[in-house]
């Protein structure tokens, strides 16, 4: 069965410290990888996307995300995180022989101290 | 503004009752998905409706149903309700790729936060 693993349950940094929160997902074919974040009271919203080509996608507000095929990786970065940027954060994976439905991690949440 | 419209918010339903949650997609969509997102848990896709019908479903038993109207809005019902269903149900809809059959453009609602007590 497919899975999506998210290594971290909750992060708590400063203020310009660097993000790197990881994500692993199983499935042996070809998927289409997805980083959501959730503000407090808010509904989900796309930081970004992977298809195919360039592994390393760049999203809204500064994030990044790299996929690693052979690591089955798909880990989130931003170099400096802001005090707004305190948000849980999703890592979603749609298998393309089954596009219609979403396998999400358990979620990040993400804490930046001011 | 998401452009997916949940209602209501908030529910407080009784074990044992039935509850019945609404979503409007956004414009151009024609497909909904629902989910449900227990606390600390990420979101489980509990089924898709495309054309009025059920297309596919997740791993949730019978007592979870639902419907999509001609207008593409969608409802979702949960009969005989537990303590464990519980959670944020959140809608997403998307426009279906009719070439290739991809579901692209997700967009989700904030969710109906049901508490069974």
């Known amino acids: 069965a497919q899975s999506v693993s998210q290594h971290n349950h909750h992060v708590i940094l400063s203020e310009a410290a660097s993000l790197e929160l990881g994500c692993n997902y199983s499935y042996g074919g070809t998927v289409n990888l997805f980083w959501y974040v959730q503000y407090p009271g808010q509904h989900l919203q796309l930081l970004l996307k992977y298809f195919s080509g360039d592994p390393l996608v760049k999203g809204i507000k500064g994030f990044e995300a790299e996929f690693i095929k052979s690591k089955f990786s798909f880990n989130l970065r931003k170099p400096s995180v802001q005090w707004s940027d305190t948000a849980e954060y999703f890592c979603a994976v749609i298998p393309k022989d089954n596009f219609n439905k979403f396998y999400f991690g358990s979620g990040t949440k993400l804490n930046v101290k001011p | 503004d998401a452009g997916v419209t949940q209602s209501p918010t908030h529910l407080i339903k009784t074990r044992g009752q039935q509850v019945t949650l609404r979503c409007s997609p956004k414009s151009g969509h024609d497909t909904v998905s629902w989910y449900q997102q227990a606390l600390g848990q990420g979101p489980q896709f509990i089924f898709q409706y495309y054309e009025e019908e059920e297309r596919q479903r997740g791993n949730f038993p019978d007592r979870f149903s639902g419907h999509q109207f001609p207008n593409y809005s969608s409802e979702l019902n949960v009969n005989a309700l537990l303590l464990g269903d519980s959670a944020l149900y959140l809608c997403?809809?998307?426009?279906?790729?009719?070439?290739?059959?991809?579901?692209?453009?997700?967009?989700f609602g904030s969710g109906t936060r049901l508490t069974v007590v």
């Open positions: 997403a809809s998307s426009p279906l790729s009719r070439d290739r059959g991809f579901h692209y453009g997700y967009t």
